[in-house]
């Protein structure tokens, strides 16, 4: 493409090239944008051999696990906000505040069930198989909680403004987030809520490259991991995730093919929540306590990782909450924990200042 | 070049009617009704002032019904009597109006002489007990009064209240006509009699109004970015933030310098946060909507962390910045008398508003219509959408650079806690409840906003004990509301938001977007330069 | 001399080569018309043009000079401006703003103007907003000069977008079917229009559909079909050129090559709209 | 039909609301007790106090305004004014806008506080601040306050702080700001002192909880520990909100600390911290300052898990006789989850104020004086000639406000519970 346009410009009278800076307008952007995701692992990579040489190797492998375990976190909140905002347009905002409720659920239920009371800390490893019957029954039923609050939230302050200024549903988001921060704070306190007197996921399941990885760091990657894709699986294939994809596209198109409307968005909050549940409840079986304003700061961070990973597309966003949770590891080693939230925000702007659609995102159809 | 136009075509036959009038009437008469009804209101908060300005000692106030009934014996007794009769007719007049417009079709009573005189009325007492009590002290006018000193506070905001009332109403189709005159001169004027309306507790009142004309301000800006281009910024306070850091650092204590005047330092302040508004904009030109926001997010997050985490030792930490100079002109010192900071401040917003106005019906304000409306179109008629979206940025930025010079400079300390995303999500919040893009929209929301905040919420449990000792409920007294001043607040907004989307006041554009949605794209998008 | 010179202009959109190695020109003070089926590349010429794409190859020059890269704006303040197929008014402006917005390039007043609005910024507003009325009774639209342009009938709003591309004073108009959704009192009036435009020293490229249009008011035609030009010549050279007869399906006579238009002949290219009316 | 549709979404979220406003706690306390030596004293007397009770802060500052409460309560109970009432205002500077405390909101707090000519004394503020721009208007208005938490060094020892102008906080020059809790610099030489010498730690890792309370004692640590002769790793400040510190302490672990330095309160991650340091192997001491010698460190980091943890804080108040009864004495009228560090500090406070108050009456022969500013004036004579036990320990303030009592125990967590090994007197700064 260069090639040619040099071409052509060599053909021309003298007097008639086309101008350098023109050219450097449109090339510049499209190269690194189209170089950007090869800078991106570099400087990555750049940033684990400092540490590595700085601290040692397994410091540098033991913080990118916890990196990615974190990023996990994000990455599961972040699907919910990457699926509203792909159908809706919408910047949930009370999307992290449905994180932290979710917690307090799963909290609830699992004190209700006796699992958090219950010494399971013997049990694991060695006895996985109550775990995981405990875990089987424990998701669900927090993802079901979740899923209905998103769906009332979408029905109480979403829904009527459909057809309203764009802005008029992201202040309501915004009122949704305080009220429910309001009612968590007054249900729960202001404190740290403890989810039980120890941490029931415990005991180092093996160690890589002397980098021990404990069955919580298991739980909470695999089930990032797997939602994730059993997410990106039914979006592609089951007739629902069909709908979601024509509604994202085309509402009133998706309407004049008989799709429900209506049911979809619900659909696409209730899926969008019940994630962000399931990351609610490793997060309290992983962290042991929530707090009533958790919600805001992964809320905005998990934002920025679907953004990061290109808004509205699935795999993106669990890839950009992995990249910003090991970025941010990485960062707030290198550059001081202070900055950490600067150094994903900073991240952030930097990718879309040059790939102004994400990483994974596609390109706006072209209309003129 | 094409300068001469070409000769007239026939028109065509259809016939349209000319809206454009009639939507001009419709706003007019909001304003009216803005006008009219927050009169009233003010005559209601009059009434119960006690409860809204301070508690007494045990939490209950009175109102100047209560001195008038307790001891009816002064002149100013028969006087409130008069006054209260023709606002009642008045208010009376209010309902026939609403069911009048709704039962004849857009269509009010004419009886514009009878309104005249009730207000006439009321404007003759209102004078009346204004000069008497120039005259005398209160207990000739009210006879004997208790020893709170909130009473008369109360009565001058009826006098105040009272006077609004029937200025819209006695003068309702000139009201119409000249709808920003009227306001402007009812709000510039009752303004600046805030503080002596309020003369018992002026500093409380003046700080109150100052903490509304900083949030008007900051509303004033965000509109620009917001509701003039159209671009969706939720890091506004960062603005906030580097005006009050640039006027905190340079004017005071903490580098010694004491002799820049502060008016040079507030335009300074602003300068600086105009600088930074274009260099965020920069990066973000190329974004949709919704990438945007979250680049400006994610400076908002970054400037307050800078902030508190000591850059380059600038700014102080956690700690912030404090022993800021007091403003004042040449030697006189504004010092703790805040009616100085408020009569500047609406000064300021004056001047803003002013511009503001300008900048609306001028080439530029055209171009951010255009950009906001359809960026490739606007990009093909010749507007350089760049530059556009980097003066709004710009000029957005500064107005809240001006405010957080004079916010450092008037609390007397600056610290990163002050500028987190609540105050850009308040900011926003205030331009969307008010009507975005719309200047008096934003006023109204800023009023609604810091009300909200300042008063009701924080004064929910005293208004309730007051309630609860008054009634006998006691169970009211023991309700803890801050617990729940964040539910109020979120029920409020989605509320508002529900029942007006287009903001209280929408500007005349939205009114007719409501109907329909609009989509736009960014030129960067269409370009495929990605 | 002409006055816009097309060199060999190609545009690709990823696999998708919308407009390939083009070259013609538009002399000054002609009517040029572009046709060719749905997805031809014709719009995608004209964002070329208009700047609106990056060419991936090739120049255009305007007067001699090369304006390949130059941002949109700067393309308009050299005197080229342009109109949509799918009406792009600014919908919540009313018309004589619209019309003012045209004016922006020819306007001088700086941002201090604008906030202090300086007698230089108001001498300069009453100007335009004159002159905008002006070339809005032109078009016969004085009436409604008042009116949001998305509350004006179909066929006014395709006169109201010409007279805000009148109004930064070009001197090459390119009007993308302008006659697209007009009933044929109106399509009249446009020709009327068009030729009176050209009569003022004005130079017209314009893609339509409508053949009756085209070969009534055309001086010459250039024949589009998938990306590339496949004839060039006067309306009665391009009416008999067997090329493009087969590229409009031999649907015959040339007279009735316009209802092919309604009638998909292959997936549109994605950089072209539907040509259809708004509903 | 549509008019139903609209209603819908409206009724849901009022209904949303009420369902919030249901779950209300209540408090209450006794009113019978026996007689003072002022029962002949008629009229009321009107204090009030101003803490952040709602948003970011509202635990710790919900926790000591219940702590002002209860002694209120306590004095009303007692009839410390005999015939006189006591009249409570508490104000909340914590505003929806910022979401935290506000400045802007505390000054507007002091304006009406100070204008309401009943008011005789206020308790607070609890963010430095908030107190920065409280403080003029107090003095200017001749108005006592008497934090229970503020503790940068600045607000009281000119100079102390570069970015503190100490005097602009005072413009009358008179000081009439109290606080009862040892400043910045003392705990931080106290916590350098005891972690070189008794834990014999060199390399420390500072964590802070980027608040003006936790970074000022850190910083104070920093320096002093340095100039014990340990040498400091890194000093890392994390937004209070952080739940996560494993990058941390990992990096920690990789830079061989033996020591982890927290300031911060334990709602910002005391407990979790040292939680995590055994989740990620660090085997280092751990030392923090009185803002996590808290309960809520043992609800983050329960059972044995929490065990080992160093930290200090008041002489322990369960074993001074003065002290042992304020768990009970809170509790009677308040959810024990509720109590903090800070609830004893805002109860002395307020007991101080109101002795005050009691004295100025004594002295006045039993009657409220008419004169509110010569009343808050001899209430500030009365509180700077102080002599008081409380549950923090004695009190008597120096010249420039601040208390003169530096003694700290150490403390160390067992068995869910901090437990006092002994009491330091911190060396002079």
Sequence with gaps: MAQKTTDAAAVLPPGRQPRLDALRLRLLPQLTARAFPIILVTALVGMFLRIATTSGGEIAGEQLKNGLQIGAIYALIALGYTMVYGIIELINFAHGDVFTLSAFYAILFGQLFGFFGLNVTTLAPSSAGGLIACLLLLFPITMLAAGITGVLIERVAYRRLRQSPRLAPLITAVGVSFLLEGVMFAKFGAANYPARKD?????????????????????????????????????????????????AQDRDAALLSGININRTIAATFFIGSALAGAGALVYSIYYNSVQWNLGFRYGIIAFTAAVLGGIGNIVGAGLGGFLIGVISVFGSQLLGGEWENSIVFAMLIIVLTFRPVGLLGMRVPDRA | MLETPVSPIPADSVDLPATAGQTREVESSAIFWLLAVGGLLLVAMGWFLPWFVEPTANGIGFSPQDVVSSSPTGVGTVLVYVMGAAMLALLAGLVVDAVAVYGHRGRALRYEGARAVLALTGVVCTLAIWVLIGLSHEEPLFGALSASAQTDNAVWMTLTGFAICAFAYGLRPWIIRHTSVSLAGVAFIVGGLVP??????????????????????????????????????????????????????????????????FWVIIFLGAAVAALFGAILGAPTLRLRGDYLAIVTLGFGEIIPDAANNNLFSQTGGPNGISGIDRPGFGHFDFGTDYRYYFWALLILISLVIICMRNLERSRLGRAWVAIREDEVAASATGINTVSGKLLAFAIGASVSGFAGAFYGAELGIVTPEDFRFAVSVTALTI???????????????????????????????????????????????????????????????????????????????????????????????????? | MSLLEIDHISKRFGGLLAVNDVTFDVGDGEIVSMIGPNGAGKTTAFNCITGLYPVTSGDVRFDGVSIVGLPPHRITALGITRTFQNIRLFSFMTAVDNVMVGEHSRMHAKVWDAILRTPKARREERAVEGHALTILSGLGLERYADMYARNLPYGFQRRLEIARALASGPRLLLLDEPAAGLNPQEKNELMGVISHLRDEGLTIFLIEHDMRVVMEISDRIVVLDYGEKIAEGSPAEVRNNPRVIEAYLGSGATTQMHTARSTPLRPANPADDEGERPA | MHTKSRLIPILGAVALALVAACGTSSTGGGTTSGGGGLAGCTGSVTVASDLPTSGGDAAIGGGTENGVRAAVLKAQQEKLLGGCTINYIPKNDASVAKGEHDPALGAQNMIALT??????????????????????????????????????????????????????????????????????????????????????ARKAYIIDDQEAYGKGLADFFEKYFKQDGGTVLKHVALPGTTKDFKAQLTEAKGLGADLLFFGGVAANGSGIIYCQMKDVGLTAKYMSGDGTVDPQFFKDCAGTNGDGAYATSAPDATKTSAGAGFTPLYDASFADSSRVVYSPYGYDAMRIVLNAVKAVLVDNGGKVPTDSASFRSKVIAKVAATKYDGFVGHIEFDQNGDTTNHAFGLYSSKGGQWTQSEVVQAPPV
């Design chain 1, 199 to 247: 941490g029931w996921v415990h005991g180092t399941a093996f160690t890589a490259g002397g980098v021990p990885v404990r069955w919580n760091d298991v739980l909470v990657l695999s089930t990032a991991l797997g939602l994730m894709f059993a997410l990106q699986a039914f979006v592609r294939g089951s007739r629902l995730g069909k709908a979601m994809r024509a509604t």
């Design chain 2, 196 to 261: 002596y309306i309020f003369n018992q507790s002026s500093d409380f009142i003046s700080w109150a109004a100052g903490s509304l004309a900083i949030y008007t301000l900051l509303g004033l800006g965000l509109n620009v970015v917001v509701g003039f281009a159209g671009l969706l910024d939720l890091g506004y306070a960062a603005f906030f933030a580097i005006g009050a850091y640039t006027a905190g650092s340079l004017f005071g204590s903490r580098h010694g310098v004491h002799e820049i005047p």
């Design chain 2, 431 to 530: 331009v969307v409840l008010g009507g975005i893009g719309n200047i008096t929209g934003v006023a109204v929301g800023a009023m609604i906003v810091t009300f909200l905040i300042f008063w009701v919420l924080p004064h929910m449990t005293e208004w309730s004990t007051t309630v609860g000792h008054t009634t006998g409920i006691t169970q009211l007294s023991t309700v803890p509301y801050e617990q729940y001043s964040f539910v109020v607040y979120g029920v409020m907004l989605i509320l508002i938001m529900l029942l007006r989307p287009a903001g209280l006041l929408p500007s005349r554009a939205r009114k007719v977007e409501l109907q329909t949605g609009m989509e736009s794209e960014s030129l960067a998008a269409v370009r495929g330069t990605v």
């Design chain 4, 115 to 200: 204008t309401n000519p009943a008011v005789v004394g206020v308790v607070g503020p609890f963010n430095s601040s908030v107190a920065i721009a409280e403080m003029p208007i107090a003095n200017r208005a001749g108005m006592l306050l008497l934090s229970p938490a503020n503790t940068n060094p600045g607000l009281t020892i000119a100079g102390s702080r570069p970015d503190v102008d100490t005097n602009s906080l005072r413009p009358t020059g008179k000081v009439t700001y109290y606080r009862i809790i040892w400043n910045d610099i003392a705990q931080g030489a106290d916590d350098a002192q005891i972690s070189y010498k008794e834990l014999n």
